[in-house]
C-alpha cells in the first residue's frame, strides 16, 4: 500500500473538502410566467406569489 510522503496540512484538507460548497452557493434565477420578475427555480414568486400558474400566497406587496 502507497504511504504520504508527508502530512497534510489542516488547511489544505479543508479547502480540498470545502470544494463541493462552491456549486451550492450559486443560484438559477428565472422568469415568472405570470409576472416576468426573477424568482429561484422551483419556487414561489415572491413578487406576485404563482408557482407553475397557480396563485398559491398572498405576497405582502399585494
Known sequence: MANPKR???RSK???RRANWVSGIKTGSLVTCDH????KLMHAVCPN??????KSV?????A
Do not use: A
Open 7 to 9: 502530512k497534510i496540512s
Open 13 to 15: 484538507r479543508d479547502k
Open 35 to 38: 409576472c416576468g420578475e426573477k
Open 48 to 53: 406576485c406569489g404563482y408557482y407553475k400558474g
Open 57 to 61: 400566497i398572498i405576497p405582502d406587496n
